[in-house]
Nanobody, 127 residues
Framework: QVQLVESGGGPVQPGGSLRLSCVTS????????YGWFRQVPGKEREGVSC????????YYADSVKGRFTISRDSAKNTVYLQMNSLEPEDTAVYYC????????????????????WGQGTQVTVSS
């Protein structure tokens, strides 16, 4: 059974940092690429960052470039999103997700291209 479990969210002051983790199980992580998305009520799920397994390239939304870093630890079957210099606009529920790498040369940025999702973790940036 495929499972993705996010953690690491919570309240943080502007300018602070958080590291989100996504522990995966039930499959071989190397067969998948992964991404992080976020969503606020009333808005479409937004692609934040993703990792292309084929060429090890990364994508970052313009709003998070230079502040967020995506990474993984294959030995732990875990993907991470390091978030620095957080802003109130980063407040959202954050989700990790997986896509089948065989179908994409580059990681997709649309949420509907991803096959598996975690339950989400709330990040609240406020003073």
């Amino acid at each position: 059974q495929v499972q993705l479990v996010e953690s690491g969210g919570g309240p943080v002051q502007p300018g602070g940092s958080l590291r989100l983790s996504c522990v995966t199980s039930g499959f071989t992580l190397d067969l998948y690429g992964y991404g992080w998305f976020r969503q606020v009520p009333g808005k479409e799920r937004e692609g934040v960052s993703c990792f292309s397994s084929r060429d090890s390239s990364t994508y970052y939304a313009d709003s998070v470039k230079g502040r967020f870093t995506i990474s993984r630890d294959s030995a732990k079957n875990t993907v991470y999103l390091q978030m620095n210099s957080l802003e109130p606009e980063d407040t959202a529920v954050y989700y990790c997700a997986l896509y089948l790498r065989a179908f994409f040369a580059k990681c997709p940025t649309r949420w509907n291209e991803y096959r598996y999702w975690g339950q989400g973790t709330q990040v609240t940036v406020s003073s």
